[in-house]
Structure formats: C-alpha cells, structure tokens
C-alpha cells in the first residue's frame, strides 16, 4: 500500500469522524435551543390568542355597558304598553345596537329575560330576521336564573352551532342597578352575544400549524416536558395547547439530514484538499527519494540525487547522502566508543565489567588471583568548581594517561600480563591486576599512583591540591564476584580517606564487619518505632550569669538488637539512606510536647533548640511540620531554635533560602551549629541568614589552646556585627569559659555546665542548682559576680 493510500485510509476516518461529532454537537446544541425557541412561539402565539379573546370579552362588557346606561333600554324596559314598547322602543332600541357595533355584519345578538325564562327581547345582528334566542344560550339563561350569581362570562361552543362568549348581567328594572340577592327574582337577565371570529380564526391557524387545537377547560396545564403552553382567558377559564411530540421530531429529522449531508459534504471536500497537499508536497518527493535510494541500494546508482524539493525532504535527501557516505566511518566510532571513555581514552565501566568478569572466572578456574585498586581523587569537586570544568576535564585526563604509563611500566618490568585499567566514573578509576599477593606488586602501584599528588598534581605546569585514596580487594580472598570486589574495593577506599587521605588500605575483615554493622544498622532504621527505641536527652545552654536559657534537645538511640547506637554512627547512614525524614519529625514532635516541662523548670523564656538535618528543608513540608507541631502543643514559634550545622551554606540553593526565609518569617529562630567545622569562609558569614551562631567544640579547643583572644574576639565580633548571638559549644573547663567570656561569647554549653539529661534527672538538675543558689545567697561574706563575668562555679551551680 502506498503511502498516499495509507495516509487516506488513516486521515478520512478521523476528519469524517471530526465533523459527525461537530454536527453531533450542534444537533444536540440546536436541539435544545429549537426546542426553547418554538417554546416561546408557542406561548406568544397563544398569549396572543388569550389577547384576542379578552378583548371581545371586553367588547361584549362595553356594549352591555353602554346599552345599560342608555336612555332607550330604561324606556324600553320601563314602558307598559306592550305594543307600544315593540314597536316604537324596540326598534331605537335595535338602532341603538346597531350603532354601538364596530362592525355592521359583525355578530352580535342582546336578549332580555325575566325570571320566568320568557325573552321580552331578542335581537342579533345576522340575515335572519326572524332570528330566537337558541338553545344553548337559553339553557345558560336557566341555570343563571336558578343560581345565585349576578354576572357571569361563558363562552358557549356547542356542537355544530357557532361558539359565543356570552355576557350575563342581572338587572334590577326599577333601579337599573345590581338587584339585592334577596330580589334576584324580579330582575332582568340581559345576555350579550358575540362571536370571536378573529379568536377561531387564530385557533384554526394554530391547529393547522401544529396539528392540535386549543381546548378551553376550566384549570390550566400541568407542567410537563412537552411542547404545550396554557393562559388564562377570565374567571376558572384556560385555553391550553399541546402540541404532538411528533411535530417537533420531524422538525429534527430534517435537521438531522442537512448536518449529516453538510457534514460528509465538509469531509469529502477536506480529504480531497488533504490528499491534494500530501500528495504535492510530502507523499510525491518522499516516492522520488525512495526510488533513488533503491536505485543506490540495487547499486544502479552510486549516489542519492536531488529530489528537487525543499525544507524538510530536501534536508532529508541530503541527510541521507551524508548518512550513506558516512555508514562505514560511524560503525568504527560506536565499537571504539562503546568500550572507550570519551574523555580519557581508556577503558570505560561498561567494558571494565566485562573484561573483569572473565579475568574473575579465569582466576577462579585456575586458582589464580587478581588484585582491583580502587582510586578516588580527593578534592577534585573543589578544584573542578574552583578552577572550571574544562581543568577538570584536563586534570581527568592528564591523571589518566600517567595512571596508565605508570601501571604498565609496573607490569611490563615485573612480566606480567597487562593490567586492566578504567574510568568507572567521575573521578573514579579501577586498576584490576593479576598477581600473586606478597610479590610486592600491589604496594609497588599503589605508592607510584601516590607520589603522581606529591606536592599536589601538576597538570601545565600548575598543581593543583588534589590527593588519591586508594582500596585494595583481591580476589578470591576478599571477593568472589565483580559486584562484590568493586564494593569491597570502595569500601577499602572510604577507610583510606577516614585515616587521612593520599593513601591506601586494604579490604580487611574489620572493615566488612564495619559495612555488615552498617547494614544491620540501615535496616533497623527502616522497621524501628521511634517511640519504642527512640528517647531525647536535654543539654542546657546558660548565659553570661549562669541562667538556663535554653535547652538542646539531642537524639539518642538504644536498640534491642544492635545496643546502644550513637548519633555519629547513625546519623550519617540515615542520611545517605533517605530514613532522616522520620526520625526528624520523630525528634520535632517529641521534643515540642517536652517544651512545656521545659519551661516549668528554667522559665516561660526557655528557648528549645532542635537539629534537624539540612536535607530536610529543600522540602516544604518541613515548615508545614514544624508549624502544626507548635500549633498542636500551644507554642510560639520564638521558643523553638532550629539547628542547621555550618556545612549547609556552602550548597545552598535559592529553593532552600526560600524554605529557611519561610521559616523565620513565622517567627522560628534558625542557628548555625558546629561552626567552624567545616569550609566556612568569612563571606558565608556574611551571607547567613540565622540568629545564633555555636562555634564547634573543635574551634573552641583550638583556639583556647593557642591562646587566640583576639582571633576568637574577631569571630564574636563579626557575628555580634551581623545581629546574631553566640554560644559557645564544648565548655568544659574553666579556661575555655573564660577565654569565652573574655571574647564576648553570649551564651555557654558543655559538660562543665552540665552532660546532656533526660527530662528527669533535668528535673534533678534544675532542683540542685536552685538549692545551691539559695545556700550561696545565705553563706555570709558572699560577694556578687560583676556584670558578665561568669565563673565555671556560676555556670554549674
């Protein structure tokens, strides 16, 4: 099937569908719309109607009216001479209703009936001259006689005469007024007669038009989903319509067939014009471009030409020559490529894989072994973000070749076979060697690899301070599988860099049962209850005077399988495991309930300092946390410090600035934890948007140690400059508190003050230090401390 057929077969379904649909939707839209329309015809047209028979209702009135107030019928009715009466009163009486008429051939007929059903007088307006009041319109008369009414409207419609509305007044003949009930038997029944011509002639239309006929009952039309209307024509009177549902479905039929026909019309009309530009414009060059690239396949022809057309086929004609000039070339690159690392040259992960699968099941077989190193570039983040990616690129590169150069220079001296050696990724690299262990070989490597970062790396005549660390495994003694040799190499790797950097450790059994630990410790975090094996301990933080301000709030952990299991150790891993999340909000909502006990015990003004990890607030459902929490334990957010270590500013995004802006903005405090142990630059100092500042214990160490007052004075200083108080971390002997003090330092924590307590012995704390306070107050010969200088005996008491 050709290309142009394909494209019919597929396109004309789809617009022949688009347009059905469409005349669909306008179907239904109209459907509704015609429906409301003919609706509100119908309705006018017989409100129309209920107009046209209320004015010959108030025609028939006015006549009677005007005949009522007349000289001549109160001559007529009170004159005694019978004769007389007919003759002279009866004809100006018929003179009389002749000029009230607006139309002279007009029906209309007047009659005068005592209470004894005899007509004293007749008259219509017709060609009969002899004309009598009819049978219906007597039987009407009667039944007025024998009711009660005075006055009544009929509209007469007896079968095969002519309907009337009638107009009944009972009329006193003394007064010519309204007759009292009591004397409605000597009253005169006068009847106006008229015939609604103009009313029949619009019910004859509307039958004809709608093919159903205006019924006149004496209750309207129940409300239903018909097309019908009904109105009011006088007293318990209603012309009401209901057209057949039949008239409004061959309405829609006709339109059914006009947007069917309009529709396939529309579709036929689109496909041609389609099929028209395909043809033209795609399906036509695409045909050329096939039959020259069949010709160049059958080898009639040994190049693809021109097909003549522009833009996209004429780019694709000469994409395709290109592609087939160049098919042979590219097939070399992708196998080179495939195994080779794009930006050193050497082997790439994928094809290390392989090569050391079938170097691990050769050494397996024959009971050989091969040893992996492991190399991972220390700092290489730092200078490739310092420096720029593009030294980076050639710092990778120059490490690469000299690796190379180095390793086998080893094996080639030694005779042995050529060793593997692979970019895994980043700056990670593999040397996979078969030697026998204790030859020396592995030493030998490892120390040429590390005295390539002697004095740092020197790539065009610049070094750089980039160190290696290096992890050894072997094969089979440590590992059996690649999987296994690689991860036991990293992990030998990771302990190079814990014992210093720029060196190298072997895989041993201590380190597995470190990495087994580890595991089992990663696995206790994913099923643990917090409740169950998780409980807080308080370390208080006093100010200059020995006041409790504030307490942090540390997390311990005691597990019924693994001990007791230190922060240190399973912190990191929950971290790198992604578990930190509920043990953060473990740790907020529990150290929040704890804050009211808190505040009994050192005053309503007890700050509580909560860490948290710094990958938590890239999410913006910690803020929500936090805010709920202190909402669900009656807190305000200035009583809750929220610790971040240092280490945070130097990553820190504009997505986490907005969370941290968030956070302070409802009134959380924020402080830099650990300050000092990390990569802070007196810039990030500047930039940090927090309240506190804790320098580490570490700094704190340092500095007392070398006695740097002014340095330590310097750092306060800056941070006082920047609005932000300091607490002193690590306060455990006097020296260090007064070198703190000395420096200005705001506030004070360590195990000189007290070691971290659960609430309880807090609660003994607490007790023990007011007890002490009161002893001092009464021993005689007590001196007060001078404003902000505090004592170690302040401090703890």
């Known amino acids: 099937m050709t290309l142009g057929k394909r494209a019919l077969l597929l396109i004309f379904p789809v617009v022949l569908a688009g347009y059905l649909l469409a005349a669909l939707s306008v179907h239904f839209a109209e459907k509704r719309s015609i429906r409301a329309l003919e609706q509100a015809k119908l309705s006018q047209r017989l409100e129309h109607v209920a107009a046209v028979f209320q004015n010959e209702i108030q025609r028939s009135k006015g006549f009677l009216t005007a005949l009522l107030n007349s000289n001549v ?21 018929q003179e009389s209703i002749k000029s009230l008429s607006d139309d002279p ?30 049978r219906p319109q007597r039987e009407l008369a009667r039944r007025l006689i024998a009711g009660k009414r005075l006055s009544d409207l009929t509209y007469l419609e007896p079968t095969g005469e002519r309907p009337r509305i009638v107009y009944s007044v009972f009329v006193d003949p003394v007064t010519f007024g309204r007759p009292m009930p009591s004397n409605k038997s000597g009253a005169l029944l006068m009847q106006v007669a008229v015939l609604p011509d103009r009313f029949l002639a619009m019910q004859a239309a509307l039958k004809k038009e709608y093919g159903a006929d205006i019924v006149l009952q004496p209750w309207p039309l129940a409300v239903t989903d018909t097309l019908s209307a009904s109105v009011p024509l006088g007293t318990q009177l209603y012309a009401t319509i209901v ?7 061959a309405q829609m039929l006709q339109q059914k067939i006009l947007l069917g026909l309009g529709a396939l019309a529309m579709s036929l009309l689109s496909i041609w014009l389609i099929v028209l530009l395909i043809r033209r414009f795609i399906t036509g060059p695409i045909a050329r471009l096939d039959a020259n690239v069949t010709a160049v396949m059958t080898r009639e022809h040994d190049e693809i030409t021109g097909t003549g057309a522009v833009g996209e086929i004429g780019r694709l004609t000469q994409n395709i020559r290109e592609l087939h000039r160049q098919s042979l070339e590219s097939l070399r690159l992708v196998e080179q490529n495939s195994w080779t690392d794009t930006l050193t040259g050497i082997t790439n992960r994928g094809r290390f894989n392989a090569a050391a699968a079938g170097i691990v099941d050769n050494v397996l077989s024959c009971g050989d072994k091969c040893s992996l190193l492991f190399i991972d570039i220390d700092n290489f983040k730092f200078v490739n973000d310092k420096y720029g990616h593009d030294v980076g690129d050639d710092l990778l590169k120059r490490l690469a070749a000299r690796i190379t150069e180095c390793v086998e220079l080893i094996s080639k001296r030694r005779g042995q076979q050529p060793a593997l050696i692979a970019r895994l990724s980043g700056d990670e690299f593999a040397v996979l060697v078969r030697s026998q262990t204790g030859d020396g070989t592995l030493r030998e490597m490892s120390s040429a690899i590390l005295a390539l970062f002697d004095g740092g790396f020197e790539v065009s005549g610049t070094r750089y301070p980039v160190t290696a660390s290096i992890g050894v495994a072997i094969c089979p003694d440590d590992a059996v599988t690649v999987a296994e040799l690689i991860s036991n190499a990293d992990a030998a790797m990771y302990q190079a860099k814990t014992g210093g950097r720029n060196r190298s450790a072997r895989f041993s059994r201590a380190l597995k049962d470190r990495r087994t630990r580890q595991s089992q410790i990663q696995e206790e975090l994913r099923a643990l209850d917090p409740n169950e094996q998780f409980h807080l301990v308080y370390m208080p933080i006093v100010n200059a005077y020995g006041q409790v301000v504030g307490c942090e709030a540390l997390l311990r952990w005691q597990s019924p399988v693994l001990g007791n299991v230190t922060p240190d150790e399973f912190v990191p891993i929950a971290e790198r495991s992604g578990l930190f999340a509920k043990i953060d909000w473990w740790v907020i909502d529990k ?23 710094s990958a938590e607030l890239h999410s913006h459902a910690i803020n929500d946390h936090f805010s709920e929490c202190a909402e669900r334990h009656g807190l305000e957010p200035q009583s809750i410090d929220i610790e971040l270590t240092e280490t945070f500013a130097v990553k820190v995004s504009d997505h986490l600035r907005e969370n941290i802006e968030q956070l302070r903005r409802k009134g959380f405090r924020l402080s830099i934890d650990d300050f000092g142990a990390g990569y802070t630059s007196v810039q990030q100092i500047i ?22 007052l002014p340095v330590l004075k310097a750092v306060v200083a800056l941070c006082h400059a920047k609005d932000m108080a300091v607490v002193g971390e690590g306060v455990d002997t006097p020296e260090k508190l007064a070198m703190l003090t000395a420096a200005g330092c705001d506030r004070f924590q360590g195990y000189l003050i007290s070691k971290p307590l659960a609430l309880e012995d807090l609660a003994i704390w ?30 703890r008491a």
Not at 107 to 133: G, K, Q, T
Not at 244 to 249: L, M, Q, V
């Open 73 to 93: 019928l109160r001559q007529f009715v009170s004159e005694t001479d019978e004769r007389y009466r007919f003759a002279a009163h009866g004809v100006r009486l």
């Open 105 to 134: 051939i007009a029906f209309i007929s007047f009659s005068v009936l005592n209470s004894r059903m005899e007509v004293e007088y007749y008259f219509e307006n017709s060609w009969d001259p002899f004309a009598e009041i009819d």
């Open 243 to 249: 057209v057949p549902e039949a008239h409004f479905e």
């Open 591 to 613: 150290a929040m309930s704890d804050c009211h006990q808190l505040k009994a015990l050192f005053g309503p003004e007890t700050v509580l300092a909560i860490n948290i990890s």
């Open 687 to 708: 930039d940090y948007a927090a309240d506190t500042i804790k320098l580490d214990r570490v700094l704190v160490s340092n500095l007392t140690a070398s006695h740097a």
């Open 766 to 795: 607490a007790l023990s230090r007011t007890v002490r306070h009161q002893e001092e107050r009464r021993s005689p010969g007590s001196l007060p401390r001078t404003a902000g200088m505090a004592s170690a005996e302040n401090l």
